[in-house]
Structures are given as structure tokens and as C-alpha cells.
């Protein structure tokens, strides 16, 4: 057994510290600067002869040159194991509710897995099984959530299983199994296992190509630029467009098994929101709570810059495990431009030659590899796990021309723009639906499963509706330019036949109990409806009795969207719809 | 203030605008210095080299100058006799007063747990409709405005303050002319309330770089009373463009990489940590801050602006509407994030839809407008929604609105019947059934 380095502070600039060190180090290994009775967790950055320098996860006020370094001889770990779910920690995994006072103490670390919780335990492999990382020994209920106890990740090798517990009540640091390996040496395993944040979780027969789609009640994803489960995706905005308020829709209505939401560097408040109302909620689908399947991994924008960058691998590292457990899991990230910055302040002050607008060099592939660790994923039992991974990105200046938003553009598959413009005329969610795409609806795997689940000409008619939105578009831009009077009167019926869709599908209210949430059942039934509108031919005799009739017929559509699908109202507003169109029709 | 304790150097390394170096021992990240009897704070150390920003500048400083470490970070002393006080950048009375005796605690303190927060639920009615029925504000929020410098935020901000029911009010001023400070001062005693206001001010006459400790004491005064008194306080901080300029040009002197608009590339964290003690405490103090953000030409997207729209729940954007020649809180721009908290909970069930559909409106007037403008024909609905957007403007978005809650949307409601039909307004059936004037059908 080695000692463990130490060294000693050499210089201080803000969070950055050169550490003087007496023995090996290693790049991204975590070290403890002792600051009288206070340990200040670090992050070794860059390593230049016997000078370490160190990201220090805290405050460095007060710390001086001499004090103390201990290294503990491996990279930023999480502990993974049953009781994760509804649990809320901070970037390093520190459970915030098991906190003393209102204030975060420097230096303040709390276990992160309740040691005294007991797990009602089953094993599933029995003796002489061969196993290898992730394979599954056992399981323990989770709240409602079946909770894998596997292999550890990081024993890759093969395994014979000696010993696996019997049925009972334990808690996590039981010992579940003991595994042989090829040489005879014995390696016991209990239901928690560490693993480094920054490394992918692997344990997984193949991943293939997205071939579902995941549901998440918003029309204008779900109808317009479907996400795919496994799928990547990002939400760019300027500040004021509703990033936030379609982030948490996701969060509660997305058809997901497990929610992680990394808030990073981003308002406390909008994590308190969820704190309070999520406990309140009820997920539609299972009759659950919302926070049963939720964990929240928060490090705002006044917690140290440091553990920003942390915070998203350490939700990405949670997502991956209960991806190898063979649940569907969605990771919300928000936002990934204050990770990028947090990258930047610490490449700045190691006076590394920066990147475009001061990022560092390597910013783009850093997210590059980062949004590849989700997937769909083949386990080796033959079952299947997902993370789902959607991003925001804070574009300085609402400029989409920036390195972070460009950077993301390539590593993702999905794109929800969120304009301004429509955000100033709230047109909530403000998702452009002519700058948004989402590649999977050209996947061949994802066409297939249309056909299959939803409707032989579905994707057709999605094609056919951005269509209709496309040429109001460009007749709306007609209109402003040549005036009401100088363009045919064609022109206005293509203007409001998108605005229909833009009202009734794409224009959503987040704070209506009915509107809020829209499940594929009942986006399909409005939807071929207005299509089918759409697809009328209209005689009016002029623009503006085409235009108070459309705004007729999108007031009892809203009514309609307002209303419980099926219901009598919901009927009701339908005949209205039914007569105003024959009215047409037969004029 | 010099202490047996402290440790003396007279011989400095290096000299640059803001900064000096020496050689020293022992010393910590972020204490403070006197150099020459001007305050300091250890900003670097390499070594025995340390670095320290002088806040009043370097002018004058000689390299036999005497430096005296104080083996502290900036402090206040806290008690209840800074109430009704005004204090400099360093916490120093200029009312003439005495010194504030109580617990002497570091500013720049650590964050509240996000997880020990709680939810913002308590309504602060301004009078303004162009803030309570469109843009609420929520105890324990932080908002700024966004003004051009030429227009009336300061004001705006004092008159707000003076309507808010809160316990105490503290005021941060960063590069007040002189006359903005003695405005404050003026509009605080007339109203009789000048026991409950805190002021540290830091005026144009004084070195910019003094003006980075201003949030930190505003703030350290804050959570005194909000956290040991459990009192609802409201933290003006103006004008904190000049802030990040002072940021910038301390990072700048430190040979630090400038990120977009010449600002450090630590902006957004270094704005998050002021910005983010608003809170609303589970004892029932809160801290809630309204700031100014003066922009170039209504410029949003420079950096300083774009920066605090991130971190902050919402902005006003204060506007000088041409039709009416009123000042008004644009619609389109201005926001509050945390209005969904209390609107249709504190205030009437129509409050949502009412706001909601009235800018749909007056974006529509905003078309017809362009329209105009670019020499078409105008539709009778064009005109009508025209027509709307004056009287919207004037009686309900100007500043000097001061009605209730329940006025507004009565008043919006009439402005809706009278230049629209049911069908345009294209609201919930049930609120049109219940709140449509009657006689207007």
C-alpha cells in the first residue's frame, strides 16, 4: 500500500491553487486542502514538474501559502446505489437535505446514500453464474422503481458467482455476493458501488440507432420535431423565452421511467420550484408521484464555479446507471452554456491561449463527448435501457453564432429554437417550428415506428403540416410587404390556415390543468383535424371576412383544447367546429 | 484601526494602475491591506509574491509606501443601529454619525441552501399596472430594470421602494451622481421613512473600483435583518452596469482574457453571486432586490444586460412610448418569472388571461403600426386594435398608474369591450361569461 501524496499551497489566484507536491499525482485526481478544521475538496486541473494546480470546489478566502494537501488517489467518484431516486444533491453529490442550517457550510460534506435505510433485497443470479460489470444479482424495490443491484462497473473481467444473499431486509452495505474471478481471488460486492464521473458508464452488449419515440405531452415536439428515446436534443434561447417553463413540462410529463435534472448554474429558485411543487404532483400515467422518479442534482449559479462542471457528469453518471438497470431515463441539463463558462474562468486564469471568445480549445469536443454518453442501449441480458438527454444552452445575446450553441448543434440530434419573437407575442412554447428540426423523423427506424403505432400516413401529414406553416410564413412576409390589398386573397387563407396550426397544435398553455399536457392519443385526433381543415378549399370575399372567420374557428379550437378530451364541452365546441366549416363549405 | 497584530511591510515589488505587489508571509486569499492608508484586498499569491488591489487607485503610491495587513476579509458590523444610516463603500458612516457598533461579520458570505429556500409567494403591489398586472413582483425575487440612462429609473425605483410593504429598505448605490443620492435621500425622508432605510453609497466623486464592495455590504446589511430579524427587506442596488464596468476593470489591469464586450469572463458568476441572495428564508425574512441595468441604446444583447437577464427572474424594460409620451413598462420586453406564483392565486382567477390576451392585442396594434407605417390600408380591426393600444398605454402600462390590482384588470376588461368582440379577445368562456361588462355585449 502506497502512502497518500501530500503537498503543500503555493500560490492562490481565486479558486485556482498551485499545490507543491512529494510524491505521484494524477491528472483530474481529487485532493483535500486543509484550511485549519475545514477540508476543501479540489480537483487536480494541470500537473507542471512537482507544481499540481487545483480547481477548489469552495471558497478560498482565508487559505494561505503552507497549508496542507492531502491526495486521495482517484478522480471525482459518486456512490450509486438504492435511495438515489427523489434524493437532491449538489454538483459533488452531497445530499443537501441532510445539511445543518440554511447556509451551506464550506467544506460541509454529506453522504449522499442513506447508510441506515434497509432494502428488501431478491437475488436474481444464482451460484456458478458467470457474470461480468452490470450484470444484474439482485433487486430491491425503490419506492415503486425496481432497483438493480449488479455487478460493479469497474470489474470488467468474468466472473463465477459463489454466493448471492438470500431474500431479506438489508442495508446497502451488506454484503449481496461474492464473485470468483479467473485467478480464485474472491471480490465481495454490496448493494453501493463508486464510480468516476467523467468515464462512461459502458456496461452494455450495443448501442443501436434510436428506434422509439419518447413522449413528452408537448405538441409541438411531440407532433412537430418528435425526440426519440436514447435521442439528444437542445433547447437554445435567449433569456425570457420559456426555456425554463418547457424544461420543467418535460420534466413532469415526459413518458420517461427516471428523471434526473442537473440545474446547472442556473437560478436557486427555479430548483426550489421544483422542490415544492413536484412532491405535489402526480405523474398521469402511473398515478405516482412525480418526485418518486425524480432525482435533482443542483448546483446554481452562486454555488462554486467549479462543481458546475461536475454537476452534469454526476447527473449523466446517475442516468447511466439506471440505464444499466434497464430503465428509460431523460437528463435534463440546464444550462450547459454555464458549464462551458465555468471551463472558460478556469482556462483564463491557467492563462491557457483561449478559443473563440475566450472558450477553451477543446470546448467542442468536451461537449461532444459529453451528449455521446446517452443512447439507447442492448444490455447484456438482452434488455434494453435509455438516456434521453436534453440541453439548454444560454447563447450570450440570444446569438446562436456563439461556440457553446455551435459546438451543441453538431453533437445533437434535436433542435428546439426558441425565439424571441415569438416569445414577445407569447406564443408559448416559443419553439420556432420552422428553425427547429428534429433529424429522427427522417430515421428510418423512427418512420417504421409511426406506421406502426400511430398511423400508416402520420409522418406524412407532419411533413404536410410544416408545410402549411412554411407557406404562411412566406405569405405572411408577402402581406407585410405588398399590404393586405396587393396580394391575392389566397395568400391570406395560406397566413391563417398556419395560424390554426401555430394556435391550436404548436401554441401550447403550460399553466392550464387540461392544456398543459397533451397525450399522442389525443394529438392525433387534433391534429388530423386540422389538417384536414388546412386541406379545404376556402371562398371568401375578402381578406377580412377570411380573417374573421379563421379567428372564429381558432376561438372554439382553443375552447376545444381547453376542454378534457371527449368530454361533453369537447364535443360540444367540436359540432360548432363541424357547422362553421359546412357554412363554408356550401357558401 | 491598526492592530498589535498586524504585519507591516514597507517595501513594494511593483506597481501597476490598480494593483501593487510585495513580498510577504503568511498571508490569506481575500484579506484586506491598508497601502499608504489606502484600502487594499489581497487578490493573488504566488509565493511569498502577493498581489493586492488597491480600490482608490494607485496614484501616488511609492515603492517605500507602508502596507499593513489587516488578516481579514472585508467586514461590517452589524446591529440595529444601522437602520436609518449612510454608510461609504467600506461601511464608514457620511451622515456625520457614529461608528455602528454590533457583530462584526466578513461580507461576500456563503450561499443559503437551495434546498432550506423556499418558494416565493408573497405579492408586492406596486400600484404600477405595467408591474403588477403584467410583470408582479414576488417577495424574495430579484428583478432589474433596464433603462436607457436617460430615463426615470432611479425614480421609478424610489417610488416602488415607498409602495412596497416591506421592514426595511437598502439602498446599494454604485456611481450615483450626486444629485441621484441626494434624490434619494430627499424622497426617503419625505416620506417619513428614513428609519427604515440603509444606504451605502459609493458616488461618481468616488474611485469606480470602491464600488465592487457596494452589493456585498448592501447584502451583508440585508441578511442581518432577514436572517437574525426575520424581517422582509428590499435591496436597491443602481446601477450595476457601472459595477461590471469597476469588474472589468479590475480584470482587465489584471491582465485577465476579456470575454464578449471587453467584461471578465467570470461575469455571469461573479452578477450570480450578488443576484442570488434574494431569497425567501423558511423563518419568513426575505430579501428581495430590484436593480437597475442601464443599457446603450436599449442594447440587450451587450453583455452586462444579457448576462443579468440570465441570472435574474425577469427585467422591466422602461420605454418612452412616442404615441402617448408616456414612459411605460414595455410589455414585449418585460417579464417577471416568479409572477405565475401569486397571479390567479392572490389576485383574480381572470389575472393570467386578462394579461395575456391584452399583449396579444397590443402586439397586434404593434403590426397595424407597421403597417402603417409602410403605407398600407388599415383594416377596421387594425384600427381598432390602434385605438386599444393608446388607451392601453395610457391607462394602464404608464408609470404613473397607481390603482389596485382588481382596477386593472376591470379596466382592461372595458378596454377589451369597447374595441373588441368576444370573438377577437378569444378568452376562456367562463371568465368572458363572467367578467365581459355587462350593457356592452
Keep these: 500500500m502506497q502512502t497518500k501524496t501530500t503537498g503543500k499551497v503555493q500560490g492562490i489566484i481565486a479558486n485556482l491553487v498551485t499545490i507543491e507536491v512529494d510524491g505521484p499525482v494524477a491528472q483530474n485526481e481529487i485532493c483535500f486542502i486543509h484550511l485549519g478544521d475545514t477540508r476543501l475538496m479540489s480537483e487536480v486541473i494541470k500537473v507542471t514538474g512537482k507544481i499540481a494546480s487545483a480547481q477548489v470546489y469552495e471558497s478560498t478566502r482565508g487559505l494561505r501559502v503552507g497549508d496542507h494537501v492531502t491526495f486521495e488517489g482517484h478522480m471525482l467518484e459518486v456512490q450509486l446505489g438504492p435511495g438515489l431516486l427523489s434524493s437532491n444533491y449538489d454538483g459533488l453529490q452531497n445530499n443537501l437535505a441532510t445539511m445543518e442550517g440554511v447556509f451551506l457550510k464550506r467544506g460541509e460534506y454529506t453522504e449522499p446514500i442513506d447508510r441506515e435505510a434497509k432494502w428488501d433485497f431478491k437475488p436474481l443470479a444464482k451460484k456458478g453464474d458467470t457474470v461480468t460489470a452490470g450484470d444484474w444479482l439482485g433487486e430491491v424495490m425503490e419506492g415503486w422503481m425496481v432497483h438493480k443491484i449488479m455487478v460493479p462497473f469497474i470489474m470488467t473481467d468474468t466472473y463465477t458467482v459463489q454466493e448471492v444473499t438470500k431474500e431479506g431486509s438489508y442495508t446497502v452495505d451488506k454484503k449481496i455476493a461474492i464473485l470468483k474471478d479467473a485467478d480464485g481471488k474472491t471480490h465481495d460486492v454490496t448493494m453501493v ?89 402526480i405523474d398521469p400515467r402511473t398515478g405516482r408521484h412525480l418526485m418518486d422518479r425524480t432525482t435533482i442534482i443542483c448546483n446554481t449559479s452562486n454555488m462554486p464555479v467549479a462543481a458546475r462542471e461536475a454537476s452534469v457528469y454526476t447527473a449523466m453518471t446517475i442516468c447511466e446507471y439506471y440505464r444499466a ?91 428546439y429554437a426558441l425565439s424571441q419573437n415569438r416569445a414577445d407575442r407569447k406564443r408559448y412554447p416559443a419553439v420556432d417550428p420552422m428553425e427547429s428540426y428534429s433529424k429522427y423523423l427522417e430515421y428510418p427506424e423512427i418512420i417504421k415506428y409511426y406506421s406502426e403505432k400511430i398511423g400508416e400516413d402520420w409522418i406524412d401529414m407532419v411533413w404536410e403540416g410544416k408545410n402549411f406553416v412554411r407557406r404562411g410564413k412566406e405569405a405572411y412576409e408577402q402581406i407585410n410587404i405588398l399590404g393586405d390589398d396587393g396580394v391575392p386573397l389566397e395568400y391570406h387563407i395560406n397566413y391563417w390556415k398556419s395560424e390554426l396550426i401555430d394556435f391550436i397544435i404548436l401554441q401550447q398553455d403550460a399553466f392550464d390543468d387540461v392544456d398543459a399536457s397533451t397525450p ?27 380573417s374573421a372567420y379563421f379567428k372564429k374557428m381558432i376561438n372554439i379550437f382553443r375552447q376545444m383544447n381547453y376542454s378534457e378530451y371527449e368530454s361533453e364541452d369537447f364535443k360540444r365546441y367540436e359540432k360548432e367546429i363541424e357547422e362553421l366549416l359546412t357554412e363554408k363549405i356550401q357558401a | 484601526m491598526a492592530q498589535a497584530f498586524q504585519r507591516i511591510y514597507t517595501r513594494l515589488e511593483g506597481i501597476t494602475k490598480a494593483t501593487v505587489m510585495l513580498n510577504a508571509q503568511r498571508i490569506t486569499n481575500d484579506e484586506l491591506a491598508t497601502v499608504d ?28 509606501s507602508e502596507v499593513v495587513f489587516w488578516g481579514e476579509a472585508p467586514s461590517l458590523n452589524v446591529s440595529d443601529q444601522l437602520a436609518g444610516r449612510f454608510f461609504n463603500a467600506y461601511g464608514n458612516p457620511i451622515d456625520g454619525g457614529p461608528q455602528v457598533e454590533g457583530e462584526h461579520r466578513e461580507i461576500g458570505g456563503p450561499s443559503v441552501n437551495p434546498f432550506k429556500r423556499k418558494q416565493p409567494s408573497q405579492l408586492i403591489p406596486t400600484g404600477i399596472a405595467g408591474i403588477d398586472l403584467n410583470n408582479t413582483l414576488v417577495s424574495g425575487q430579484k428583478i432589474p430594470f433596464f433603462a436607457d440612462p436617460d430615463q426615470p429609473y432611479n425614480q421609478v425605483m424610489a417610488t416602488v421602494a415607498l409602495r412596497a410593504d416591506v421592514d426595511k429598505i437598502i439602498l446599494g448605490g454604485m456611481g450615483l451622481t450626486n444629485d441621484d443620492y441626494l434624490y434619494f435621500r430627499q424622497s426617503f425622508e419625505n416620506a417619513g421613512k428614513l428609519s427604515k432605510i440603509i444606504s451605502f453609497v459609493n458616488t461618481t466623486d468616488d474611485p469606480p473600483v470602491e464600488r465592487l464592495l457596494i452589493p456585498d455590504m448592501a447584502l451583508t ?13 428590499l435591496v436597491l442596488l443602481t446601477d450595476m452596469t457601472l459595477y461590471a464596468d469597476a469588474l472589468s476593470i479590475v480584470s482587465n489591469r489584471m491582465d485577465q482574457i476579456p470575454s464578449k464586450d471587453s467584461m471578465p469572463g467570470s461575469l455571469y458568476s461573479d452578477l450570480a453571486k450578488i443576484y442570488e441572495k434574494a431569497v425567501l428564508l423558511p423563518s419568513g425574512g426575505s430579501i428581495t432586490i430590484i436593480a437597475v441595468t442601464t443599457l446603450n441604446g436599449g442594447d440587450i444583447t451587450h453583455a452586462i444586460p444579457d ?56 402586439a397586434d396594434a404593434a403590426d397595424a403600426k407597421t403597417k402603417m407605417e409602410n403605407g398600407f390600408d388599415l383594416s377596421d380591426y387594425d384600427l381598432r386594435a390602434l385605438d386599444f393600444a393608446k388607451e392601453y398605454s395610457l391607462k394602464l402600462l404608464s408609470i404613473d398608474v397607481n390603482i389596485n390590482i382588481t382596477e386593472m384588470l376591470e379596466r382592461t376588461w372595458k378596454l377589451f369591450a369597447k374595441y373588441f368582440s368576444k370573438e377577437e379577445v378569444s378568452i376562456r368562456e367562463d371568465l368572458i361569461d363572467q367578467y365581459w361588462p355587462k350593457g356592452e355585449e
Design chain 1, 193 to 281: 458501488q463508486k464510480w468516476p464521473v467523467k468515464r462512461a458508464i459502458t456496461a452494455y452488449m450495443e448501442k443501436p440507432r434510436p428506434y422509439k419515440v419518447l413522449e413528452t405531452g408537448v405538441r409541438t415536439i411531440d407532433t412537430f420535431n418528435p425526440m426519440a428515446e436514447g435521442g439528444t436534443g437542445f433547447i437554445p434561447g435567449p433569456f425570457g423565452c420559456g426555456k425554463t417553463v418547457l424544461q420543467h413540462a418535460l420534466a413532469k410529463q415526459a413518458e420517461a421511467d427516471i428523471i434526473v435534472m442537473a440545474a446547472c448554474g442556473e437560478r436557486a429558485n427555479e430548483v426550489v420550484e421544483i422542490f415544492a411543487e413536484f412532491p405535489k404532483l
Design chain 1, 325 to 415: 438497470m434497464g430503465h428509460k431515463t431523460l437528463l435534463l441539463a440546464d444550462s450547459t452554456s454555464r458549464w462551458a463558462q465555468a471551463l472558460r474562468e478556469m482556462s483564463n486564469r491557467m492563462e491557457e491561449l483561449p478559443g473563440q471568445d475566450g472558450f477553451p480549445m477543446d470546448l467542442s469536443a468536451t461537449i461532444a463527448n459529453f451528449y455521446a454518453r446517452a443512447g439507447i442501449v442492448t444490455l447484456n441480458n438482452g434488455e434494453t435501457g435509455s438516456v434521453t438527454f436534453i440541453g439548454t444552452v444560454s447563447p450570450a445575446g440570444g446569438n446562436l453564432k456563439e461556440p457553446v450553441t455551435e459546438s451543441t448543434q453538431k453533437a445533437t440530434r434535436c433542435f
Design chain 2, 307 to 362: 448576462n443579468t437577464g440570465y441570472i435574474t427572474e425577469g427585467q422591466l424594460f422602461l420605454r418612452h412610448d412616442s404615441d402617448t409620451g408616456k414612459v411605460i413598462v414595455d410589455p414585449f420586453r418585460s417579464l417577471s418569472r416568479l409572477k405565475q406564483l401569486v397571479i390567479g392565486k392572490q389576485t383574480r382567477e381572470d389575472h393570467n388571461q386578462v394579461m395575456n390576451t391584452a399583449i396579444r392585442l397590443y
Design chain 2, 221 to 233: 446589511a440585508a441578511e442581518y435583518f432577514a436572517v437574525d430579524k426575520n424581517e422582509k427587506v
Design chain 1, 520 to 546: 399522442m392519443e389525443r394529438q392525433k385526433y387534433m391534429y388530423t383535424k386540422i389538417i384536414n381543415v388546412c386541406r379545404q378549399k376556402f371562398e371568401f370575399d375578402d381578406f377580412e371576412s377570411c
Design chain 2, 37 to 64: 492608508g489606502r484600502l487594499a484586498q489581497v487578490v493573488k499569491i504566488n509565493g511569498d509574491r502577493v498581489t493586492l488591489q488597491i480600490f482608490g487607485g494607485t496614484e501616488g503610491i511609492a515603492t517605500n
